[in-house]
């Protein structure tokens, strides 16, 4: 008998390998720069270093004791930590420079609340210039060579900005361990920025540690490990009310109460694995590459089966119909595609940096996700249209025999 799918097992490999290659990091809450480069906008250059939901101290961070990349977590504080930042410029840009002067290049870290990002630039100056200009610092607002920074003295919690100097015509710049307390909850995002020309070409490395006050968890996805927790409990609910009823009714069990019990016991796998992901994350700062893993494999069978056990359903099996005949095989590749898509997204989702989204690469597998689900709709509401339609024929024969 040959292959009903021939080039299936092809496509998998090629889906998988594309979406692993989409992935950029697996680093979530430290976020890891290798030699990136900066992208020129208006009259400046920048690097978008993160952004992540962080919610405000609940402990004060004790400025005369820096922590450091061996220091404990502690419970309560909310910072974004840079550790072993270091800037590399050009050659050519360094020999352009006096060897006696002490600085020779400034390069900015700005950390920025979503809501705060007007007040980069020199918007509030009626100018596009994102740099301090000559003309815009006779007034005194700003300093040239800086990113422009429009500081509120009412509001405390405005941007704020970590300074980078080179010396002399050094090559590279290191930041060092500089921890920034977060005391405004929020949408925040890090931008490292520089405004001399004669630094095109440089080039970023190091990492930066974002963290809550009940540690690593992302902002946004807090919420879900207690989520995941609580579906855990309930799916185990669930599943011990179903298997009583199971034994009860043993002698009148069909073929497809074995498949509900199997997504049942998929949900519950499902869920307690995402809660221990989550858990772990939270934690150290990383994401468990092995659960994680299996939490979205878990994930997209438990999908597929559900979605496929949904639409036989509605197609009268095992009421109407004892077996789906030739329509099988087309199910079966309906359910193998949707899983290797669903897969595909979920290996992006969550493995890829936690940075919002992975833009690109999450839309193009969204796409046929989305198209994969359309057509799941479509048929599951015309298969059970037609059974019902079978189904009223069948009890109108029934009473007129009777």
């Known amino acids: 008998m040959s292959d009903p799918f021939p080039n299936g097992y ?6 998988m390998y594309l979406s692993c290659y989409l992935i950029s990091q697996v680093n979530a809450s430290v976020h890891e720069y290798h030699n990136e480069g900066f992208i020129h906008r208006s009259n400046s250059y920048f690097f978008h270093g993160g952004s992540e939901g962080l919610y405000a101290s609940k402990v004060r961070i004790d400025a005369d004791k820096p922590t450091s990349n061996e220091d404990k977590p502690i419970n309560g504080k909310s910072f974004i930590r840079f550790e072993s930042i270091n800037f590399r410029r050009t050659k ?7 060897e006696m002067q002490q600085k020779t290049g400034l390069v900015e870290a700005i950390i920025v609340e979503v809501r705060d990002r007007d007040k980069i630039g020199g918007s509030y100056l009626n100018s ?10 006779k007034n005194g607002s700003c300093k040239v060579g ?8 009412y509001n405390l919690n405005g941007p704020k900005r970590v300074q980078t100097f080179f010396e002399g ?4 710049a290191s930041m060092g361990h500089e921890t920034i307390e977060i005391n405004s909850t929020g949408m925040y995002y890090l931008y490292f920025m520089y405004c001399d020309p004669e630094l095109k070409g440089l080039q970023i490395s190091g ?10 968890l992302p902002g946004k996805m807090a919420p879900l490990m207690t989520f995941s927790a609580f579906m855990s409990f309930a799916y185990l609910v669930l599943g011990l009310v179903w298997f009583v009823r199971f034994v009860q009714y043993w002698k009148d069990i069909m073929q497809l109460h074995y498949h509900i019990t199997a997504v049942i016991g998929l949900g519950m796998c499902e869920m307690a694995l995402w809660y221990f992901e989550y858990a772990n994350f939270n934690s150290t700062g990383t994401r468990p590459m092995g659960i994680t893993l299996w939490a979205v494999t878990f994930s997209a069978v438990k999908k597929t089966v559900s979605r496929l056990l949904l639409l036989v359903v509605s197609m009268g099996y095992g009421v109407v119909r004892p077996t ?12 193998v595609t949707y899983f290797i898509f669903s897969e595909a997204l979920g290996l992006v989702e969550h493995l890829g940096n936690i940075n919002d989204f992975t833009g690109k690469a999450r839309l193009l597998l969204v796409l046929p996700v989305s198209l994969l689900d359309a057509c799941f709709i479509i048929w599951i509401f015309s298969s059970l249209s037609q059974t019902l339609e079978k189904l009223q024929v069948m009890l109108q024969s029934h009473a007129s025999f009777l």
């Open 169 to 172: 015509q050094n090559e590279e």
């Open 10 to 15: 092809n496509f998998c490999i090629i889906v």
């Open 207 to 216: 990492k930066t540690v974002w963290r809550n006050p009940e540690g690593y």
């Open 324 to 335: 789906l005949g030739s329509i099988t095989m087309k199910i079966i590749l309906l359910g």
């Open 128 to 137: 596009d210039a994102i740099c301090c200009t000559p003309e815009l610092a």
């Open 92 to 98: 050519l840009s360094a020999e352009k420079k006096n």
């Open 146 to 153: 800086e990113v422009i920074i429009h500081q509120d003295p």
